[in-house]
């Protein structure tokens, strides 16, 4: 498959992820974030593994876990905690610096030296970002942004260390996605049990929900994202994030009636213009961008977590 069908179908992703929000509050019950990821995540994960039929062997239990805390098992809870604690769109601006933690991370643990380009990129991303979702709206709640922080930070490093451990030989992206959607979903299930108690009653709706959550907006668009770290760069692959609230964006104006002001438009121009800019000139082979300094670099910086995982 040509590098632009890949790019196309793994944006889908981000497409799908941008309309959790609107699902969350029209179809979904109130104040039950750690309920709501772990039905997005262990339905899901379940259903992958038995298509699948596939178990992790020797260190990739461990590799798996890891990345399905990072992916999923820490993502969501935390996720949930900023965008429950400060505005939907200060949240969404906090995530949109995702590009720019990759770009770090790149560089530490793939060896990819950072550019200027990819670096102003980033920036102009977050700019647009923040111009189409961010609103006057009270003081700024610390936990939020720490949340905010910390699980833009979690997807980031999740993102950087499934390209760089890959899949083992002859296992492909479903199996991948299933152990990582399983190991996250186990590990918010007692969290959601201990903060929230028993799981709350579900009407029609709410079952059509998350439904809707555990596999369109999640075994599928997972699939999808974690298909194209393997066949992408991890630097193009997060520059696909903004499409997440830009398409809550325009499902809030097209299905809520949310007016999109002149500026909205613009800064919806600027983001996605970076994200498009964000595909350009790079190509998914890793080796081709590395320097003697950034191989070693790498290998210094994840020689000690393999060793840890073997043992």
């Known amino acids: 498959m040509k590098r ?7 944006a889908l992703a981000p497409v799908s992820w941008g309309t959790t929000y609107a699902v969350t509050t029209e179809f979904l019950p109130a104040d039950r974030p750690l309920f709501t990821g772990l039905m997005r995540a262990l339905p899901a994960g379940l259903v992958l593994l038995a298509l699948a039929r596939r178990l992790p062997k020797g260190v990739w239990w461990g590799k798996a876990a890891v ?19 400060m505005p939907g769109g200060m949240a969404a601006v906090v995530g949109s610096v995702g590009p720019l933690f990759v770009v770090g991370l790149s560089a530490l643990l793939l060896g990819q030296r950072p550019t200027t380009r990819s670096v102003l990129t ?31 930070a979690s997807m980031s490093a999740g993102t950087v260390l499934t ?11 479903l199996a991948l996605t299933a152990w990582q959607l399983t190991a996250g979903g186990l590990l918010i299930a007692p969290l959601a049990l201990l903060v929230e108690g028993a799981p709350p009653a579900l009407d029609t709706r709410a079952i059509g929900g998350y439904l ?16 194209g770290i393997g066949r992408l760069t991890a630097t193009q692959v997060t520059f696909l994030g903004p499409l997440s609230p830009l398409t ?8 809520l009636g949310q007016a999109l002001t002149p500026v909205q438009v613009a800064g919806m121009a600027l983001a996605f213009a970076a994200t498009v800019a964000g595909q350009l000139g790079q190509r998914a082979v890793p ?18 977590m393999d060793g840890a995982l073997r043992r």
Not at 248 to 255: H, I, K, L, N, S
């Open 287 to 304: 080796g081709r961008s590395f320097t003697v300094a950034g191989r070693a670099a790498r290998k210094d910086a994840t020689d000690r």
């Open 4 to 10: 632009p069908a890949i790019i196309l179908l793994t």
């Open 122 to 152: 980033g920036l102009v991303a977050a700019f647009g970002v923040s111009l189409v979702v961010l609103k006057a709206a009270g003081a700024l709640d610390p936990v939020g942004v720490l949340a905010a922080l910390a699980s833009t």
């Open 67 to 85: 990345l399905g805390a990072l992916n999923i098992g820490a993502f969501f809870p935390l996720l949930f905690l900023s965008a429950y604690r």
């Open 212 to 227: 809707y959550l555990a596999f369109a907006n999640t075994a599928i668009a997972y699939w999808l994202w974690f298909r």
């Open 248 to 255: 809550a964006a325009v499902v809030g104006w097209a299905a």
């Open 163 to 173: 390209k760089r451990w890959g899949r083992p030989e002859g296992v492909g992206p």
